[in-house]
């Protein structure tokens, strides 16, 4: 206790004492936390009331995943498609690069056909980087293209340490370290993703490896990364949950236990227990500067932090959004739906079809009074995606007109109003469906072709 340096934390401006240091634990047996996660019962969310302080960090940023993890769970995209989701991230993250980095794998020719295509573009941001499993073999494919940084697969569970590498903990750190070093010695930098770091030993393997990579950093002067990375989805956030389960926990045992500063912890959820954009604000919150998404969400199993999610979480916790063009996730949407042929489900915050159309009848008349009484923001504004209220018998002229207006994006002298013979002849054709037995609001397909045929019959475009 005697011999425990005493310092001032900048960020707090608080005296702390210097914590112990954390060795290995070198165990027979793997410690797969059989409390918690019982596989035939439910995991449980235990609490020990253990509370971390937030620790937000000076600034955070996000990472991108699309065309790693995100491709895992899909066809691949083509070499053009990359491409073209790249620009469109670059541009989404503003000039100030919110969006840091985007990763890539390099097995196929068509990966790395895309890699040095993204290169040639020479944008700062996102920068290009690659993940590799903890092989020699792979970390040629690395050196060869000549990248700055990589990803590295060191997975920290006794699941897997023990179940599918075969090894023991010492015989993993110790490989995972020999990889590190090795990237090291090139001069590239490694960013660690600890992979099921929510069922692994934080304090007997988590942090004493984490100790060994701050060491290697100031040895070759080269940064370290640690990416956090939920594997299953078991993260929360709840205060006072217990480790491994606790983002806080980890976040704070990282900086706190292992020395990794903020601006090298980043978060990477996955959303099993629709946990991943609240994970993903907690890292942030407690000290990682960096979190780690797909677009849409699109990735293993249940999928990733949706980047558009973290855009939005980014803006209601900074109060500003920093350069990003918010405009470009719509564009994005329209994208992926037209061209690449992923449909997105209509109710998917942001960019669903539905997100900001209004169907409930007392609902859409307080939306044609003041839309601010049911939408989120100016979604016009801010995704060039105006709100729309939906048709139905009870909607009348005016919503209508309404819904025309906005979805044809009908301004000024081009607006159709209430009274018009267009408006007039499409409520007489809702009305009688209406009197002849239905029940449910128009589609948005249904009103399209309802005003094309009354368009066609009038001789007049929108």
């Known amino acids: 206790m005697e011999n425990r340096k005493v310092f001032l934390n900048e960020h707090t401006n608080l005296l702390e004492l210097e914590e112990h240091m954390y060795p290995l634990v070198d165990v027979d047996t793997p410690n797969v936390f059989r ?12 609490f020990n009331d253990r509370i971390v302080p937030h620790h937000m960090p000076d600034e955070i940023w996000i990472t991108d995943t699309t065309f790693r993890d995100g491709q895992q769970s899909r066809a691949p995209y083509t070499t053009d498609q990359i491409v073209t989701i790249y620009d469109h991230l670059h541009r989404l993250g503003g000039p100030n690069g919110k969006i840091r980095q985007s990763e890539f794998f390099l097995y196929s020719k068509k990966d790395r056909d895309a890699v040095y295509r993204c290169l040639e573009k020479g944008y700062e941001f996102p920068e290009v980087t690659s993940w590799i499993r903890a092989s020699k073999k792979d970390f040629e494919l690395v050196k060869e293209i000549g990248l700055k940084e990589t990803g590295i697969l060191v997975s920290c569970s006794d699941y897997h340490i023990f179940y599918k590498l ?11 370290l020999s990889v590190v070093r090795e990237c090291m010695e090139t ?14 030993d934080i304090y007997g393997f988590v942090i004493p490896f984490c100790v060994e990579l701050m060491k290697l950093m100031d040895e070759y002067k080269i940064p370290v990364k640690i990416r956090v990375c939920d594997t299953m989805g078991y993260g929360v956030n709840y205060p006072g949950a217990v480790i491994p389960r606790s983002i806080p926990g980890i976040i704070y045992g990282l900086m706190t236990h292992a020395g990794v500063p903020s601006e090298l912890i980043e978060f990477h959820g996955h959303n099993d227990f629709y946990k991943a954009v609240n994970n993903s604000s907690t890292a942030w919150l407690y000290g990682a500067c960096g979190v780690n998404c797909s677009l849409f969400g699109i990735g293993e199993r249940t999928g990733n932090t949706p980047l558009e999610a973290m855009v939005f979480e980014y803006a209601q916790l900074r109060g500003t959004l920093d350069g990003m063009d918010t405009t470009v996730i719509t564009e994005l949407a329209e994208y992926y739906e037209k061209e690449i042929g992923y449909h997105i489900p209509s109710r998917t915050p942001f960019v669903g079809k539905n997100f900001n159309v209004t169907r409930a009848g007392i609902h859409a008349d307080g939306m044609l009074k003041n839309e601010e009484i049911y939408n989120i923001f100016d979604t016009d504004k801010f995704l060039n995606r105006p709100a729309l209220v939906s048709v139905s018998n009870t909607s009348g002229a005016a919503g209508i007109a309404y819904w025309i207006n906005t979805y044809y994006k009908l301004y000024g002298d081009r607006e159709v109003d209430k009274n018009s013979e ?14 002849d037995g239905r029940v449910t609001v128009l589609t948005d397909e249904e009103l399209i072709d309802k005003i094309e045929r009354v368009c066609k019959e009038l001789h007049m475009t929108l």
Do not use: W
């Open 422 to 435: 267009l408006v007039q002849m499409v409520k007489a054709s809702v009305d009688q469906e209406y009197e």
């Open 166 to 176: 075969k090894m023991t903990r010492r015989q993993a750190m110790e490989h995972y």
């Open 35 to 46: 409390n918690l996660f019982r596989y035939d019962e439910i995991p449980k969310i235990a």
């Open 187 to 200: 001069g590239v930098k490694p960013r660690c993703h600890l992979e099921d770091i929510t069922r692994s």
